[in-house]
């Protein structure tokens, strides 16, 4: 079986001098629409994914907060990279759906968490929807934006 390259390559430098950011620009080059938010990976974890963004002028609205659309970057970019290093070796996803909820309006830096429930129940063979969690907070720890993202994951081709 292929080892997920996020896994890989996250694992490599996650506790190397700036491993961290070269792994979050590395991302960020692969998936070039992330680069519009300067995303920061936190940690990957099995279910469990933390990112960053910081407010700048880039990411604002007409209003001077931080854009709806970059919240769901934001958002997106965990669910994937979380989902991508918590899966089996046997399957692979593609995002099929994304429930966003603006609660707030966000400023200042934001943090996303994407949680994944019930991947251990993955059978080999199997397809199914697997939704990822994200809570976007801001400094205050208050909830801005909630995301339900919905995966599909199958069982990758034989090769």
């Known amino acids: 079986m292929t080892t997920s390259p ?3 390559t996250y694992e490599a430098l996650r506790s190397r001098p700036l491993g961290r950011r070269i792994f979050s620009t590395i991302v960020s080059l692969k998936a070039p629409y992330f ?4 995303p920061a990976i936190i940690s990957l974890e099995p279910g469990r994914g933390v990112a960053r963004m910081r ?4 990411v604002h609205n007409h209003i001077g ?12 970019l965990v669910a994937g990279t979380t989902i991508d290093y918590s899966l089996p070796e046997s399957h692979r996803w593609i995002p099929k759906g994304m ?7 966000a400023r200042g ?25 994200v809570d976007v907070t801001d400094r205050a ?9 919905t995966m599909w994951v199958t069982p990758r081709r034989a090769s």
């Open 35 to 38: 680069r519009t938010i300067r």
């Open 99 to 105: 429930n966003v909820a603006y609660l707030k309006k």
């Open 6 to 8: 996020i896994k890989t």
């Open 141 to 149: 720890g208050v909830v801005v934006v909630h995301a339900d993202i």
């Open 55 to 58: 407010d700048r002028w880039g």
């Open 109 to 133: 830096t934001l943090t996303a968490v994407g949680t994944i429930d019930g991947l251990d129940t993955l059978q080999v063979g199997e397809a199914r929807d697997v939704i990822v969690a």
């Open 65 to 76: 907060t931080v854009h709806a659309i970059a919240c769901c970057n934001l958002a997106e």
